[in-house]
């Protein structure tokens, strides 16, 4: 059992940067972790994957503005958010995953068997 808990969330003017972190209660060295965000009256989708040997993957919307990350001896994971737009607002959460996900599924909620609770991004123009 993996208990995974956000932080790092907040308000920012569009063009700014936040770093969200997840910290896991077991151990997710061998697990695919990922990012997800449900943007108001949106369905949840994946925005950064990175499995255990440390391929990533993002959705097209945030290339090059988020990265993931992820430190296995203190059992978290980061999302680096720079150049923020308002289109990022959203609920952001956190997942662990299998032991292997390919990469063609790492932004599949399907895919990750443990969620935080989620940490709410706002971004003012």
């Known amino acids: 059992q993996v208990q995974l808990v956000e932080s790092g969330g907040g308000s920012v003017q569009s063009g700014g940067s936040l770093r969200l972190s997840c910290t896991a209660s077991?151990?997710?060295?061998?697990?695919?972790m990922g990012w997800f965000r449900q943007r108001p009256g949106k369905e949840r989708e994946g925005v950064a994957g990175?499995?255990?040997?440390?391929?990533?993957a993002y959705a097209d919307s945030v290339k090059g503005r988020l990265t993931i990350s992820r430190d296995n001896a203190k059992g978290t994971v980061y999302l680096q958010m720079n150049s923020l737009k308002p289109e990022d607002t959203a609920i952001y959460y956190c997942?662990?995953?299998?032991?292997?996900?390919?990469?063609?599924?790492?932004?599949?909620?399907?895919?990750?068997?443990?969620w935080g609770q989620g940490t709410q991004v706002t971004v003012s123009s």
């Open positions: 997942a662990a995953g299998r032991v292997f996900v390919a990469y063609k599924n790492l932004l599949r909620a399907s895919y990750y068997n443990y």
């Open positions: 077991g151990t997710i060295g061998r697990t695919a």
């Open positions: 990175l499995d255990s040997v440390g391929t990533t």
